[in-house]
């Protein structure tokens, strides 16, 4: 019988594509890696690694395994969800990661809710980037997270991960109310803090414009050079910020323009002008697969629903 511990190692060098970055994914030194795939190897009794140039690539058959592997795992996801729902009453810790306005916006009414119908639920709220918590969901540092894309730069569908639509949000372009000599064009002096529809191409009238974007590695980063991109131009960045509370003071103090989503506009400043793009942030909630039947995930899943709603409303 093949080690699940050592085949959730073999799917992870599949992915992260070095012994080096599974070894600090799962806190062990690289030797205890290599230990432990060579003893899977020899328990499959055929080659699963082989080397080329300084990396370890994986056979047809180990590739073969990992596929096995993701839906081994959704199938004790699912079994412990049988058990869960089995028990009296819902208890025990639950971790949910969200991204930072989410945090602000939408977690509060979900955790007051939780706690109102499962108080015998602890429930530990972790704020990281998007691009982090497929990998905190996958190793069981997180239970349920909220995951966004852009339907500019979709996402790519994770093997480990389900998910449910929560929400999907317009996203605007955050420049100074008297954008004169800030190189946004046509966007004019007019309006204090309301979407203006009249903007055709807001983007593209800001190319001129400094930018301020998240930081390198963040998704939020990503989509803003993407959508430039796709306007026929490389923004000049100026700041970088990852809390868009920050992002628009900066606006509004005249330092350049940014992308922001509907979500983390709470009280639009009179110095900021947002312009409507055609593009949405795409927000859902994640777990592991196989883990959609356990009630605490249902429990969630079903307050985080509420939550937005009554946002929304």
């Not at 980037?129 to 997270?145: G, I, K, N, Q, T």
């Not at 001129?208 to 590695?217: E, N, R, T, V, Y």
């Not at 900066?250 to 989503?261: C, E, H, K, S």
């Amino acid at each position: 019988m093949l080690d699940v511990r050592r085949l959730i190692l073999l799917r992870d060098l599949a992915r992260l594509g070095t012994i080096a970055a599974v070894a600090q994914a799962h806190a062990y030194t690289p030797s205890a890696v290599s230990q432990q795939l060579a003893a899977l190897q020899r328990e499959a009794g055929t080659r699963l690694l082989e080397r080329t140039g300084r990396r370890v690539g994986l056979t047809s058959t180990a590739t073969a395994l990992v596929q096995h592997t993701e839906v081994i795992l959704a199938a004790l996801e699912a079994a412990d969800a049988t058990v869960a729902a089995a028990r009296t009453g819902l208890r025990g810790r639950v971790r949910i990661g969200a991204f930072p306005s989410a945090v602000r916006t939408l977690l509060p009414a979900a955790l007051v809710g939780l706690a109102r119908d499962h108080p015998a639920l602890d429930l530990m709220i972790s704020e990281l980037d998007p691009v982090d918590m497929p990998a905190a969901l996958r190793s069981r540092r997180l239970d349920v997270a909220l995951l966004h894309d852009y339907d500019i730069a979709p996402t790519p569908p994770d093997p480990a991960l389900d998910s449910i639509a929560l929400l999907e949000e317009t996203v605007f372009l955050a420049v100074p109310r008297d954008a004169a000599g800030s190189g946004v064009a046509g966007s004019g002096a007019a309006g204090s803090g309301a979407a203006d529809d009249t903007a055709a191409e807001p983007i593209s009238g800001a190319r001129d414009a400094q930018w301020i974007i998240g930081s390198p590695g963040t998704l939020c980063h990503s989509v803003a050079l993407h959508a430039c991109q796709l306007a026929g131009f490389t923004p000049a960045v100026r700041h970088h910020a990852d809390d868009f509370t920050a992002m628009l003071a900066l606006v509004a103090a005249g330092q350049g323009v940014a992308l922001i989503p509907q979500l983390a506009i709470a009280q639009p400043s009179p110095q900021v002008r947002l312009l409507p793009l055609p593009m949405r942030r795409r927000t859902r909630v994640a777990y592991r697969r196989g883990a959609g039947g356990h009630p605490a995930v249902v429990a969630c899943v079903s307050a985080l629903h509420s939550a937005t709603t009554a946002f929304l409303d």
